[in-house]
């Protein structure tokens, strides 16, 4: 399959090549014909399988060939994400996709000025990527018309449920035109989803490239069980014994990534932090500081979960495991892209051993766990498994002399986990050919 066997306009095809892509992902190969046929979709895509250009393709070539120009005020396609850097992100990959076409697009979000955004559309855009939020703030000041409306595209659905947009997303249904086509995106699939999917699509043709809540297979995860006031100790401890380059590390709270930013900025190590109380364009500019290799580690709260490209990111660590369990899939979701190879190591605690239950039991598989030396936890970590078995009497750790365990996390380093998936035969894989060109 090729690009050009799916129908896609030459200043499309010259932009993908431009990018390096060779050839389709499986989202893309299914979601780009039934787009450009102007069928509704209900999307579960992993991360990483290239479903922005799933549906970004198809939305620019439809917005050059069809409907009218785009009056002031006003917006011809309507593309909501959960989070700001998903909307710069996504944005970007529009601009793109769309860089030899003659189409205006835009991204709004909240955290910044909005004067700035009622002026831009004044002349009215063809796209527009928006958190919900700000969208409505701009249509209650009436800066936005939604009857030009064509295409609305949900990315990141269930995140936008999880960040409790629910509210905003139904009055943005109720103010959008009943005759449109609406895309929706998704990395996990719940029942208020599936739901939601149900009052707004119209025969949707659905399209499952991965099977659900399965986390890809091309990253390597296992689990380092520690005491909770070790945690970032070790951290340290694996960051220079190990040599790691550029990690992503994940924490619980706001106050969690202050703290592990402090402790490793006394050590002299680079690093950057993101959460919800910074200001956007501290967020950003943390983002791109990572993005170009300026920092060697960023932590981050959920916020930064879902949806960031981050080309060649090597390692993510979970300094503490997630409340909600799908967040797992999606943190790992940030290595291990576009058929790269891709490390995740969680520090757990005893406490944690709920979620880490719930995980196992939602990627259906054991993560395997590796003991660190002169680290082992005086709270023992109770033996799980993907049944959600939690057992109540941990096994005795084995005694192991440093040199077996160096062995052994040697091994558990460079061999790929055996995960206790059924099938994983339809995780999507690229040929990426040559190294894609960044802008
Ligand atoms: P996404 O899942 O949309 O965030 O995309 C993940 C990464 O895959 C991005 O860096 C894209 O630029 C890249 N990508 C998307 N489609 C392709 C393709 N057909 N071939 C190679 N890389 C791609």
């Known amino acids: 399959m090729t690009f050009a066997s799916l129908g896609l306009i030459e200043p499309l095809l010259r932009a ?32 990483g399988t290239g479903k922005t250009a799933g549906f970004a393709l198809p939305l620019l070539q439809r917005l050059t060939l069809e409907g009218a120009q785009v009056a002031s005020n006003s917006v011809r396609a309507l593309v909501l994400v959960p989070t700001r850097e998903l909307a710069e992100q996504v944005h970007e990959s529009f601009r793109q996709y769309g860089q030899f076409l003659p189409l205006r697009t835009y991204a709004v979000y909240g955290g910044v000025s909005i004067n700035p955004q009622m002026m831009k559309l004044r002349k009215g855009v063809d796209l527009l990527v928006a958190t919900p939020g700000r969208l409505l703030d701009l249509f209650r000041q009436n800066a936005i018309k939604f009857n030009q409306v064509q295409t609305l ?40 989803i599936r739901l939601l999917a149900g009052q707004t699509l119209n025969d949707p043709l659905s399209i499952e490239v991965s099977p659900r809540n399965v986390a890809a297979s091309s990253v390597e995860q296992w689990v380092i069980p520690v005491d909770k006031k070790r945690k970032s100790e070790l951290f340290l401890h694996l960051l220079r014994e190990r040599k790691w380059g550029q990690v992503l590390v994940f924490a619980k709270t706001r106050k969690g990534v202050d703290a592990l930013c402090e402790e490793l900025e006394a050590e002299g190590v680079s690093v950057d932090g993101i959460h919800g109380d910074k200001p956007q364009a501290t967020r950003q500019r943390a983002l791109d500081r990572f993005k170009a290799r300026e920092v060697q580690v960023l932590v981050a709260t959920d916020v930064a979960a879902r949806g960031l490209d981050i080309d060649d990111l090597p390692l993510v660590v979970n300094l503490d495991l997630p409340i909600v369990a799908e967040d797992y899939v999606h943190r790992i979701g940030r290595t291990g892209r576009a058929g790269a190879k891709g490390k995740a190591v969680s520090l757990v605690c005893a406490d944690e051993v709920q979620l880490l239950a719930a995980i196992e039991v939602l990627t259906r598989q054991t993560l395997r ?18 049944s959600g078995q939690v057992l109540k009497k941990p096994k005795k750790p084995k ?31 690229f040929n990426t050919g040559p190294k894609k060109k960044k802008p």
Request: net charge negative; proline share 8%.
């Open 399 to 429: 005694t192991t002399g440093s040199k077996a365990a160096l062995g052994r996390w040697v091994e558990s380093e460079s061999a790929p986990a055996k995960p206790q998936v059924k099938s994983v035969r339809n995780v999507p894989s």
């Open 153 to 192: 595209v949900l990315d990141e659905a269930d995140r936008m449920l999880d960040l409790g947009f629910a509210e905003e997303l139904r009055s943005v249904y109720a103010a959008l035109p009943k005759k449109r086509q609406t895309l929706l995106f998704s990395a996990t699939f719940s029942e208020s």
């Open 369 to 386: 766990r590796v003991d660190e030396p002169d680290f082992e936890p005086d709270h023992r970590v109770p033996q799980t498994d993907a």
């Open 16 to 47: 993908i090549d431009t990018l390096g892509y060779e050839t389709p992902s499986p989202v893309q190969g299914q979601a780009i014909p039934a787009v450009l046929a102007g069928r509704d979709l209900m999307a579960a895509a992993q991360t």
